[in-house]
């Protein structure tokens, strides 16, 4: 915490990370499915064609030509690229010790020749369109908003799970969180569960040292009041459902409840207006 200002990691939203996938043999309303070894496979480098034996035995009624697999993501450091780090870390100890989870990533140098690193998530999604027998990694919120195929992901149970508002949201059940929200739910125990997913969060100061008079103090209080809304309103939920994010409050409401009425201000409770709408 910064010149001792307590803070806590304040959960918005649950976000998952999809592989997002052009494979013209893939049939109508068929899913294509990669155990945890795959996805560290192909990201790694071992494992850099579609016709590849692991690929196969998973989707038995796909043909899978003999061609490479093409890679794309986004440059330089992302959340959501530390959460994919972050679910391989924990899929693959060789992952773990080779790589790991940084703010900078590092990708294997076994699949540099067949890594496309671009600007943004929309890019890469137009990348994929464009290009068949790619994968691109983006979150789930683009993937759903353009449409695109996307990969089921085996979880923690063997079940292979489609990405989805309720699988990913799953993910946040059952974690045992600390005080400041920062534990990981990458690969999840819980049965329904998307393994890849993480938490997006603001940073939230739980105790503002100034005076309680000053309009600092407003506007601590608006900002908690607005998280508020967005926790608990009914029309917050809907918006964020409907632009395909995972409410995080869906699996936290009395925790996270809890810390926003209790932030301070000026040694003060800042006790905020209840939510309407």
Not at 21 to 32: E, K, M
Not at 37 to 55: F, K
Not at 131 to 149: C, E
Not at 235 to 244: C, E, K, M, Y
Request: net charge positive; charged share 5%; glycine share 6%.
């Amino acid at each position: 915490a910064a010149a001792g200002m307590p803070l806590a990691l304040f959960p918005v939203f649950v976000t998952g990370v999809t592989l997002a996938v052009n494979l013209p043999q893939i049939p109508v309303g068929a899913t294509l499915q990669w155990s945890q070894e795959v996805v560290v496979g192909v990201l790694n480098g071992s494992i850099g064609s579609w016709a590849h034996s692991a690929i196969r035995k998973l989707n038995p009624f796909i043909f899978f030509p003999s061609r490479p697999i093409t890679i794309a993501t986004i440059q330089g450091s992302s959340g959501v690229t530390w959460i994919l780090q972050s679910a391989l870390s924990s899929f693959s100890p060789s992952w773990a010790a080779a790589y790991g989870a940084t703010p900078e990533p590092t990708w294997p140098s076994a699949i540099s020749t067949r890594l496309a690193l671009l600007s943004t998530y929309a890019k890469v999604v137009q990348y994929v369109q464009a290009t068949p027998y790619s994968i691109g990694v983006v979150p789930y919120t683009t993937a759903y908003l353009f449409g695109v195929d996307v990969i089921a992901v085996a979880n923690q149970a063997g079940t292979m799970i489609v990405p989805s508002l309720e699988s990913i949201g799953a993910s946040a059940r059952g974690t045992s969180f600390d005080a400041r929200f920062t534990s990981a739910i990458v690969n999840s125990a819980q049965a329904q569960a998307y393994p890849i997913a993480g938490l997006s969060s603001v940073v939230l100061p739980l105790a503002q040292p100034f005076a309680s008079s000053s309009l600092t103090c407003d506007r601590a209080r608006a900002a908690v009041e607005f998280l508020l809304w967005a926790a608990n309103s009914s029309q917050a939920l809907s918006l964020a459902r409907t632009n395909g994010y995972a409410p995080a409050f869906d699996s936290l409401p009395a925790r996270t409840y809890a810390v926003l009425t209790s932030v301070s201000c000026g040694g003060a409770v800042l006790h905020p207006r209840p939510v309407v709408g």
